[in-house]
T-cell receptor
């Protein structure tokens, strides 16, 4: 079956703009998590959604938000973009919410801020 | 504070040689432990996981890892490395339960000489 699909793969924005990233999980998976990956900070957890509700949140400012739809697809929005938001944003899906549910990752969206 | 340390930023091995990637963690409760691999331009793939039971776990692609509670370590091993194993390897720790929040190491970059 199809894996986790993230769109777009690449995105270039300027400071102050906003951006929306999309993630389609594996069919049947109900949990979607988002991560930011940068060379300096590594992988950092943004948030997790399950059944259209945010269940867990990392330490990111309110400019970072997300939502999940009834078909489990998820979007992540970043407003008032800053240079430091340049990163690879990864989405991961799993069957359920528990820590024992392996996460399957998409190939990411690479966001560059000019 | 909870943390994961991968002491080796970069490792180079010859094809056919054995490999050990180190991972140390600091975690208050019994952790769930994971190893992921990331090839250039791609997302992360789960190699193996440890939840409980046998401390030596087998994963995909011929990898194994050993959980040593006394040393707070979860080192990844492979007896004979293939050129296709060149990639970035990440160790991660999570709590048990539904409040999943993966904490990641900064990764070890593996190069394989022919």
């Amino acid at each position: 079956k199809a894996g986790v699909t993230q769109t777009p793969r690449y995105l270039i924005k300027t400071r102050g703009q906003q951006v929306t990233l999309s993630c389609s999980p594996i069919s049947g998976h109900r949990s979607v998590s988002w991560y930011q990956q940068t060379p300096g900070q590594g992988l950092q957890f943004l948030f997790e959604y399950f059944s259209e509700t945010q269940r867990n949140k990392g330490n990111f400012p309110g400019r970072f938000s997300g939502r999940q739809f009834s078909n489990s697809r998820s979007e992540m929005n970043v407003s008032t973009l800053e240079l430091g938001d340049s990163a690879l944003y990864l989405c991961a899906s799993s069957l359920g919410q528990g820590s024992n549910q392996p996460q399957h990752f998409g190939d990411g969206t690479r966001l560059s801020i000019l | 504070a909870q943390s994961v340390t991968q002491p080796d930023i970069h490792i180079t091995v010859s094809e056919g040689a054995s490999l050990e990637l180190r991972c140390n963690y600091s975690y208050g409760a019994t952790p769930y432990l994971f190893w992921y691999v990331q090839s250039p331009g791609q997302g992360l793939q789960l190699l193996l996981k440890y939840f409980s039971g046998d401390t030596l776990v087998q994963g995909i692609k011929g990898f194994e890892a050993e959980f040593k509670r006394s040393q707070s370590s979860f080192n990844l091993r492979k007896p004979s490395v293939h050129w296709s194993d060149a990639a970035e390897y990440f160790c991660a720790v999570s709590n048990a339960g539904n409040n999943r929040k993966l904490i990641w190491g900064l990764g070890t970059s593996l190069a394989v000489n022919p």
